[in-house]
């Protein structure tokens, strides 16, 4: 490793970050033991999903809540750090994004060089495993030993005593699981994400503690739907602004529909075909003529729960049989390699499956990991298949 010229040799490495004392030879031949602190924006601690590869229209966003981490662009002095944060918003508005966003950004490695720590718990977690989760991350294997999440949490709060660490706990169903991972010191800030305005109140200390995450405007969002779909977007602009307002900014419901726009216009078929479609299935959903997503619809809006029922309609038998296999098998987060693909699907060569379900937005590649992303609404998506069996 070299560092301004200096040739070093690490001495005792810390195997969480680039930190560690070191020692240097300069040119002259002389040595000497330094530490350094090296931070890795890029590792995180946990189960923390993977840096977004597409994020519109989130500028303003991301800016607001690095300043309540402390973080000031601009030139401006930085403020105090807001020890609670608690992102609230609609399944899909994009909640999970950008707190992965926030998780590896290097202004955030600096603000907090011990690390990120992350958990998603969705809606029936295993506190005491995700707890004991957050200790190794900690370098312990002391939490293994504990009985009681609250137990789990007194250690945890221990550990993180003298640490400058932000800690994201993702995807929060009830206010009580949330609870034992407010475990941050003076130093650490928490980040908390939730779909559920009950939830984020309850877990708020003030009002200003929630950050109202909302749907894109019309501009980001038919910018979103322009880079994921260019040629169909250029051919038909005003009918795809219809179909932007129609999924009412929701970026996972744009996602999908780019990805899909590119599919059916390979079938002959243009944007006036999908929003006319689209616009069925919501009044058959809003009609209750349609009851085999009930879990779905509870979740999303009748436009956007159509248009994940449209986006697996022409799947092919065996592909939508392996995209609802990733349902249940989905860890938190969601994102899995092709190995674990071929084992749960059963096949050969998993490639071709995969690039069909990418292709209809349904599975993102993340090439810097080498794995495949399925948001959490995908995977309700593709669980309600097999509750029809």
Not at 2 to 23: F, H, T
Not at 95 to 119: M, R, S
Not at 160 to 176: A, F, H, P, Y
Not at 277 to 285: D, Q
Request: glycine share 8%; with cysteine.
């Amino acid at each position: 490793m070299s560092i301004k010229g200096l040739v070093m040799s690490e001495e005792k490495p810390n195997k969480q970050n680039a930190e560690g004392s070191y020692i240097v030879q300069a040119s002259g031949g002389s040595t000497a033991s330094i530490n350094v602190h090296l931070p890795l924006p890029y590792l995180v601690p946990g189960s923390a999903p993977p840096l977004p590869t597409l994020i519109v229209g989130r500028k303003d966003n991301l800016a607001h809540l690095k300043a309540r981490l402390g973080i000031a662009g601009g030139g401006q002095i930085p403020a105090s750090v807001q020890a609670l944060t608690i992102i609230c918003g609609w399944p899909g508005v994009g909640k999970t994004t950008v707190a992965a966003a926030l998780a590896h950004d290097l202004d955030i490695a600096d603000a907090f060089p011990d690390g990120v720590l992350w958990v998603s718990l969705g809606q029936n977690p295993s506190l005491l495993s995700e707890l004991t989760a957050w200790g190794r991350a900690l370098g312990t294997d002391d939490l293994l030993h504990t009985h009681t999440p609250e137990e789990a949490s007194a250690q945890l709060t221990a550990l993180l005593r003298n640490k400058r660490m932000l800690l994201i706990v993702d995807d929060v169903w009830e206010s009580e699981h949330a609870m034992p991972f407010k475990v941050g010191g003076r130093g650490c800030a928490t980040l908390i994400t939730t779909r559920d305005n009950s939830v984020a109140q309850a877990l708020a200390s003030t009002p200003d503690d929630v950050y109202k995450l909302a749907v894109l405007n019309d501009e980001k969002a038919f910018e979103l739907l322009q880079i994921l779909a260019p040629n169909v977007v250029a051919q038909h602009s005003a009918l795809s602004q219809e179909l932007v307002r129609d999924l009412e900014g929701l970026p996972l419901a744009l996602q999908v529909a780019g990805r899909l726009l590119n599919v059916e216009a390979s079938y002959g078929f243009g944007v006036m075909e999908l929003l006319a479609e689209l616009r069925e299935g919501a009044r058959l959903i809003k009609a209750k003529a349609t009851i085999d997503r009930v879990d779905l619809i509870n979740e999303t809006t009748p436009t956007v729960a159509a248009l994940l029922q449209k986006s697996t309609e022409r799947l092919d038998d065996q592909t939508r049989d392996c995209f609802a296999r990733l349902g249940p098998f989905a860890p938190k987060p969601a994102t899995f390699d092709l190995e674990a693909m071929k084992a749960v699907w059963q096949v050969q060569d998993p490639k071709p499956i995969a690039r069909t379900l990418v292709d209809r937005g349904l599975l993102e590649f993340i090439p810097e990991m080498g794995r495949y992303w399925m948001h959490a609404l995908l995977v309700m998506h593709a669980e309600s298949f097999l509750t029809e069996d």
